[in-house]
Nanobody
Framework: QVQLVESGGGLAQAGGSLRLSCAASGRTSDIYPMGWFRQAPGKEREFVASISWSGGTIRYADSVKGRFTISRDNAKNTVYLQMNILKPEDTAVYYC??????????????WGQGTQVTVAS
């Protein structure tokens, strides 16, 4: 089994930055692609970003391209999401996700508990 624990959420002003981290533990050898999803109040959970095990393949949702950067450190079993130029519409609970196969996450096998990000206008 794999456990994912997010950290780094909080309150930011519009135009500001936050950095999320997600540390994996347990059977980390099972993890290949990792990524981030988010869920705003009253909305469905949506894809934000994904990164392959090597870091060589990265995908972003159109809504965050040019503002968010995903990266990972396999030695630390950690994936990061650097969020810049934050907008109020980025307000959501952000979930870390991982999959046992593939290059980019489509259907996660593991989820973190979520971390709240609130962007004030």
């Amino acid at each position: 089994q794999v456990q994912l624990v997010e950290s780094g959420g909080g309150l930011a002003q519009a135009g500001g930055s936050l950095r999320l981290s997600c540390a994996a533990s347990g059977r980390t050898s099972d993890i290949y692609p990792m990524g981030w999803f988010r869920q705003a109040p009253g909305k469905e959970r949506e894809f934000v970003a994904s990164i392959s095990w090597s870091g060589g393949t990265i995908r972003y949702a159109d809504s965050v391209k040019g503002r968010f950067t995903i990266s990972r450190d396999n030695a630390k079993n950690t994936v990061y999401l650097q969020m810049n130029i934050l907008k109020p519409e980025d307000t959501a609970v952000y979930y870390c996700a991982a999959a046992r196969a593939g290059v980019i996450i489509t259907t996660p096998d593991y989820w973190g508990q979520g971390t709240q990000v609130t962007v004030a206008s």
